[in-house]
């Protein structure tokens, strides 16, 4: 069994940044997509960025590409996450998720396992 566990959050303030870190406990051999996405209370669920194996191709949400980066591993075995510049619109928790299949998908019901999330709070 897949599972992403996600590291990093905690309190910052506004402006500062933050690394937030998804361990996914296994190594798929096999093409596929890591992902992350963040809900803030009351809120959808969105996607963030993602990035898939073998190619390393990545995908970043139009409200993120100022701010955020996503980056793996040789392995992908660890994608990494860097918000620069945080504001209090970020605040929320933030889940790393699997899709087995290299297709960077933006949408969550497309990924199969999920991680319990790492929440950010960003005090201004």
């Known amino acids: 069994q897949v599972q992403p566990f996600e590291s990093g959050g905690g309190l910052v303030q506004t402006g500062d940044s933050l690394k937030l870190a998804c361990e996914i406990n296994?190594?798929?051999?096999?093409?596929?997509?890591v992902g992350w996405f963040r809900q803030a209370p009351g809120k959808e669920r969105e996607f963030v960025a993602a990035?898939?194996?073998?190619?390393?191709?990545?995908r970043v949400a139009a409200f993120a590409q100022d701010r955020f980066a996503i980056s793996r591993d040789g392995a992908m075995k660890v994608v990494t996450l860097i918000i620069r510049d945080l504001k209090p619109d970020d605040a929320a928790i933030y889940y790393c998720?699997?899709?087995?299949?290299?297709?960077?998908?933006?949408?969550?019901?497309?990924?199969?396992?999920w991680g319990q999330g790492t929440q950010v709070i960003v005090s201004s």
């Open positions: 990035v898939n194996a073998p190619r390393g191709d990545t």
């Open positions: 296994t190594r798929i051999l096999s093409p596929h997509t």
């Open positions: 998720a699997v899709d087995s299949r290299n297709f960077l998908s933006e949408v969550p019901s497309e990924y199969t396992f």
